[in-house]
Every structure is written in structure tokens, then in C-alpha cells.
């Protein structure tokens, strides 16, 4: 029988802090609306929350506290708990593969603090579940976030069941395991160097899960400078599931929060699931 791609949502990811219309909400509600959830192929899971004592191994008792008194506790724990259940799922073999949808940022957060829109590191969080439930299992993080990932970088580092690739264009290297790609701009130079780079460092790697930091971000309607478009998001994906399939098993989780209009969520999310489960 053919594996399910799950998808983990919870309804307090819809962003109510956020100053501007980024919802992974809409995101969500699109990939209901297209009927997505309606087959066998595709099945949807309510996220966390993730406790406190499995996030105590990531952060510091004080940077907990922070969090609280910033109001974004409960998110932060519902949107960690989206990675886990993904992680869960697909190490499990219930699932093929996920989409987990976030609603704050994970991958600025640091052991005793965090900063652009960044509150606990999802990332790490679901790497140190993973160290205590399965054991021995390799990683490999692909960030394609327009900003360096260095919060999950630092957290990561000196696991060298961990790869770090970063697509920041800040020319990084931290050992064997962290690597920050020169980034590409526009959705043919990206997906072009993307498929010539990237595939060949996770076949080299051989992790048992590759987890797909998604910041969309790199829209041409965002912050960003990557001028990318809706339809580039889905074609990064096809590359990580084909890549998937070849190292290990079709284990992808991909990790996707609203920063850029909630538009955009409202196109790319179920596109992403239709690429997931083999549409
Ligand atoms: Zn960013
Ligand atoms: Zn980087």
C-alpha cells in the first residue's frame, strides 16, 4: 500500500501577532479547499504541542522564561510540535512523507535567545526528539530561507549525524557538516543551481531524513532578494522528494511558515502537497 503524506496544522498557527497579512492559515485553508484532504493519499494531523522538558534540551530555563512573557509561548510550542509529529510520522514509517506548517519562526533561535520573528528552534527541538527516540538516524537540513539559519546551525554543530546546508549566499563553512551555499536569484538560476548542488551533498550524506526548511521568504513580493515565484517553490520540492526517493526511502519532511503574503501560502501549500503525495 502506497504511504500517506500528513500534513500538521494547528489553528494557533493562524498568526494574530503578526503586524502584516502573513497567515500559514490561508495556506492551510487552500490546501482544504482544493480537496486535498478528501483522498486516501493525503491525511491531516493537529500539531503539538511539544512539552517543556523536551524543549529544555534545545534552550535555556531563561530563555523559556522570555518566550512566555513575549506571549508567543503557546505557538512556539504548537509549531515545534508540527516538526516532531512530522518527524514521528515519516521515522516511524506511517507516513512517506509531511508538510509541517509553523506559525512563528524557529531557525534565528539560539540556546538563550532568538531574534527575527524567531522563538524556539523547531529544528533542533525535533533532532534531540529524534536522538532520544530514534536512535543513530541522520539528518539533513536544507534551508532555503533567505537568511543564514544560524541558530539551528550553532545548535547542530558537532553532530556529525547533522548536515547543515544553507542557501544564505553568506559563504559559510563549519566543518564538515555546515555548509552555506552562494545563493541564486530568480526562479531558472535557482532551481538550476539548486538541482546541480544539492542533490549530489545529500547523496554523499546519506541521512535517513531530510527535513526542508522552506522560508518563503525568498517570494519576489517579500523581504527577500531571491525574486523568486510561486511556481519555483513546488519545483524545489519535486528536487528534494526525487532526492528523497534515491537516499532514503522518499523521508521528507518539509517545514513551511507564512513569511510573505498569505497569498502566496495559498498557492505554494497545496501545490507542495500535490508534489508530496505523487500528484
Ligand atoms: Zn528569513
Ligand atoms: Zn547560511
Redesign the pocket.
Known amino acids: 500500500m502506497m504511504k500517506r503524506t500528513g500534513v500538521f496544522f494547528h489553528e494557533i498557527m493562524r498568526n494574530e501577532l503578526a503586524p502584516m497579512d502573513m497567515d500559514i492559515g490561508k495556506g492551510f485553508d487552500a490546501i482544504k479547499r482544493e480537496g486535498l484532504f478528501d483522498g486516501h493519499d493525503v491525511a491531516l494531523f493537529e500539531a503539538g504541542p511539544v512539552s517543556e522538558a523536551l524543549v529544555l534540551r534545545v534552550h535555556s530555563r531563561e530563555w523559556l522564561a522570555e518566550v512566555k512573557r513575549e506571549g508567543y509561548w503557546e505557538v512556539a510550542l504548537h509549531s515545534a510540535g508540527a516538526v516532531v509529529g512530522a518527524f514521528d510520522g515519516v521515522l516511524s514509517g506511517e507516513l512517506h512523507n509531511a508538510l509541517a506548517l509553523v506559525g512563528i519562526?524557529g531557525?534565528h533561535a539560539h540556546r538563550d535567545f532568538a531574534y527575527?520573528g524567531c522563538s524556539i528552534n523547531h529544528e533542533a527541538i525535533a533532532v534531540a526528539w529524534a536522538r532520544a527516540n530514534h536512535r543513530g538516524t541522520r539528518f539533513a537540513i536544507v534551508d532555503t530561507?533567505?537568511?543564514h539559519g544560524d541558530g539551528t546551525r550553532e545548535l547542530l554543530s558537532g553532530d556529525e549525524n547533522a548536515l547543515h546546508i544553507c542557501y544564505c549566499g553568506c559563504g559559510r563553512g563549519d566543518g564538515r557538516t555546515g555548509i552555506c551555499l552562494p545563493h541564486a536569484s530568480g526562479d531558472d538560476d535557482f532551481l538550476r543551481r539548486f538541482q546541480a548542488e544539492v542533490p549530489p551533498l545529500l547523496d554523499d550524506f546519506r541521512p535517513d531524513l531530510i527535513l526542508w526548511f522552506c522560508?518563503l521568504?525568498t517570494h519576489r513580493d517579500s523581504y527577500?532578494t531571491r525574486k523568486l515565484s510561486e511556481g519555483c517553490y513546488p519545483g524545489l520540492c519535486r528536487i528534494l522528494a526525487r532526492t528523497a526517493e534515491g537516499v532514503c526511502q522518499g523521508r521528507l519532511v518539509v517545514r513551511v511558515g507564512c513569511?510573505a503574503p498569505s497569498r502566496v501560502a495559498a498557492t505554494v501549500l497545496p501545490a507542495m502537497v500535490r508534489v508530496l503525495s505523487g500528484g
Open positions: 519562526g531557525h527575527g530561507d533567505t537568511h522560508g521568504d527577500g513569511n
